[in-house]
């Protein structure tokens, strides 16, 4: 299982890790706490990416 952090993420999709933490905020993407960290697995992404393309 890959996971991701929000800054991983954030490089990935080429935005700003607190645009992430919003997302995960509002519910649109999936995510996990490990003690205080936050933590996206690789599912959650890709579900996300399916959905902003379209392809969901």
């Known amino acids: ?3 991701y952090t929000p ?4 490089e990935r999709w080429n935005c700003c890790s ?4 919003n997302a995960i905020i509002s ?5 996990f706490r490990v003690g205080r960290l936050l ?9 996300f990416e399916r959905r902003q ?3 969901d």
Do not use: Y
């Open 1 to 3: 299982m890959h996971i």
């Open 7 to 10: 800054q991983q993420l954030a």
């Open 18 to 21: 607190n645009t992430i933490r």
């Open 27 to 31: 519910g649109e993407l999936q995510a």
């Open 39 to 47: 933590r996206i697995p690789k599912e959650s992404v890709e579900h």
């Open 53 to 55: 393309t379209g392809d």
